[in-house]
């Protein structure tokens, strides 16, 4: 009785020690620190408008880049000024970990997250489509309070036009040399029009930054679905959906293929959309942009995350965490991020 006793134990000592980790069906490495991040900022984007992707497929069984993501959230929208406040200032939150997001140059300076990963060699891009005037970090290059660190913290590359001669440009076959502090405009964009599509752009953009530095951050900010949804402009939207899902496949891979990328997907100002059920619905949908619902912004919109550290991801928090949740690393792994006690 000893004796069978004995292998027992040795077999469930055995099978504890082959333990493989997963989560969401997928082995993973729990506690990885990423060496490069590409963190997707989607304007306006809810999980409705994923099913433009998936259901537009000649095979609806075949999922999407997003069905496949390790980890997903959902994020509170609001601060302490209003519920659903613009994607703008939501963006802003997320990157400054605060929800004292006023709309003045006082919010610059705040401390953005990527100047944490700055001190520890990283090096920091952000890439603007769609976005205006009002919504572009580039309001941080004219706000010049001494508190105010993106200017130097990082490079800012936009897909719009600028009757600047002198400003720097770019395209995406063309050599790109940059440093902290740029800001450079797409050489393709005329007339409101952007010849270089932003998947283009973005992967040429982030090859560059791993030959510049062994650890970067790019940071995709993408308008273009929330202006379609104002428009009411479904066949824009699906096309714009498609691309995004298009680029977050190509980021996916990437890091299904390398143990030290992390992709993030964030909304902020969710528009909603009401898929309609069959036949002549759809005809009115695609047309008219019948079902498009966008009075009031959503109170909540997803986060998608997949490789290194993707876990800090899941789950139902504020928007203002996500900050915390790309610098957070638990107590038995300390990393120079550490020295911000979060």
């Known amino acids: 009785m000893f004796k069978n006793i004995n292998i027992l134990s040795l077999i469930f000592l055995l099978a504890s020690c082959s333990k493989v980790e997963t989560i969401g069906l997928k082995t993973h490495s729990f ?123 990082m490079s800012l590359w936009k897909m719009t036009d600028t009757s600047n001669q002198s400003a720097k440009r770019f395209h995406f076959q063309e050599e790109m040399n940059f440093t902290d502090g740029e800001v450079l405009y797409d050489r393709s964009c005329r007339a409101g029009i952007c010849y270089a599509s932003l998947y283009n752009n973005a992967v040429e953009i982030s090859k560059n930054l791993q030959k510049s530095s062994v650890r970067s951050l790019l940071i995709i900010r993408d308008f273009s679905i929330e202006n379609a949804i104002v428009r009411k402009d479904v066949e824009g939207l699906r096309d714009r ?9 190509y980021f996916l891979a990437e890091a299904n293929n390398s143990n030290d990328t992390l992709v993030v997907l964030t909304g902020s100002g969710g528009r909603n959309i009401e898929l309609p059920r069959r036949g002549k619905q759809w005809e009115r949908f695609d047309q008219k942009g019948s079902y498009v619902l966008y009075k009031r912004n959503s109170l909540m919109s997803p986060v998608l995350a997949d490789g290194a550290g993707a876990e800090n991801f899941c789950g139902l928090y504020e928007e203002s965490d996500i900050f915390k949740r790309f610098l957070w690393s638990p107590e038995e792994k300390k990393v120079p991020l550490d020295l911000i006690n979060l």
């Open 241 to 249: 959906v498609n691309s995004l899902e298009k680029l977050y496949n």
């Open 31 to 153: 506690n990885s620190k990423p060496k490069r991040i590409i963190w997707i900022q989607a304007a306006g984007v809810t999980e409705e408008h994923f099913a433009l992707s998936k259901f537009t497929r000649s095979v609806v069984e075949e999922k999407t880049s997003f069905e496949k993501s390790l980890c997903m959230g959902k994020i509170w929208n609001f601060n302490l000024y209003q519920l659903r406040p613009d994607s703008k200032s939501g963006f802003l939150a997320q990157s400054f970990g605060t929800k004292n997001i006023t709309g003045q140059c006082s919010d610059y300076e705040n401390k953005p997250m990527w100047s944490y990963f700055k001190s520890i060699g990283f090096k920091v891009s952000a890439l603007e489509n769609g976005v205006n005037d009002k919504q572009s970090l580039l309001n941080a290059w004219k706000c010049k309070s001494t508190r105010n660190e993106i200017p130097k913290s």
